[in-house]
């Protein structure tokens, strides 16, 4: 159990992080000027996943610790 917030965490920051380059790195009618709603809603779950990813990652990386020392 103490290895799905790890991968979940990292996951998730890798996918807001993709999301997030996505929004600014598009040209043309993509360009994130003319960003339609829906592209701007998938840049905003970026920045949430990326907010929450990294957290999620040190508590699961927290765990491992703790259950290799022995202390859980």
Do not use: K
């Not at 890798?14 to 339609?36: D, K, T, Y």
């Not at 998938?42 to 990326?50: E, F, K, S």
């Not at 929450?52 to 508590?59: A, D, K, N, Q, S």
Request: net charge positive; aromatic share 6%; glycine share 12%.
């Amino acid at each position: 159990m103490c290895w799905l917030p790890l991968i979940l965490g990292a996951v998730m920051s890798v996918a807001g992080a993709v999301l997030i380059l996505r929004f600014f790195l598009g040209r043309g009618a993509q360009r994130p000027e003319v960003a339609a709603l829906g592209r701007t809603e998938t840049m905003i779950v970026g920045v949430a996943l990326l907010c929450i990813g990294p957290l999620l990652f040190i508590l699961g990386l927290t765990d491992v610790i703790c259950r290799r020392l022995g202390l859980s």
